[in-house]
């Protein structure tokens, strides 16, 4: 069984920034295609950005320039940096994990965590 835990959401003014992490159990990390979705109230859970086994990344376009994923395999745990957040930015924030290539596709996705409350206020 994949475990997935999220940690690091927060209340942050705009303009701040946050660092997530997500700590996969498991020995087959390194072969999993991770991603980072979000919902915001009253809205459908979107994908944010990914990062494939290779080490290939995929960013929607709403978080490009300001969001970067990367993961370290020694410690079987993805993290999503945050910067610039926006009061639009705010959901709450669930890690996935695939095998396989990387989607976007929230169907695609194998495992995931309980999810994280981040909070941008204006």
């Known amino acids: 069984q994949v475990q997935l835990v999220e940690s690091g959401g927060g209340l942050v003014q705009a303009g701040g920034s946050l660092r997530l992490s997500c700590a996969v159990s498991?020995?087959?990390?390194?072969?999993?295609?991770m991603g980072w979705f979000r919902q915001a109230p009253g809205k459908v859970r979107e994908f944010v950005v990914g990062?494939?086994?290779?080490?290939?990344?995929d960013y929607a376009d709403s978080v490009k320039g300001r969001f970067t994923i990367s993961r370290d395999n020694a410690k079987n745990t993805v993290y999503l940096q945050m910067n610039s957040l926006k009061p639009e930015d705010t959901a709450v924030y669930y890690c996935?994990?695939?095998?396989?290539?990387?989607?976007?596709?929230?169907?695609?996705?194998?495992?995931w965590g309980q999810g994280t409350q981040v909070t941008v206020s204006s």
């Open positions: 990062i494939g086994w290779s080490g290939g990344r």
């Open positions: 498991g020995r087959t990390f390194s072969s999993y295609a």
């Open positions: 996935a994990a695939k095998r396989g290539l990387l989607t976007v596709r929230e169907n695609g996705y194998d495992y």
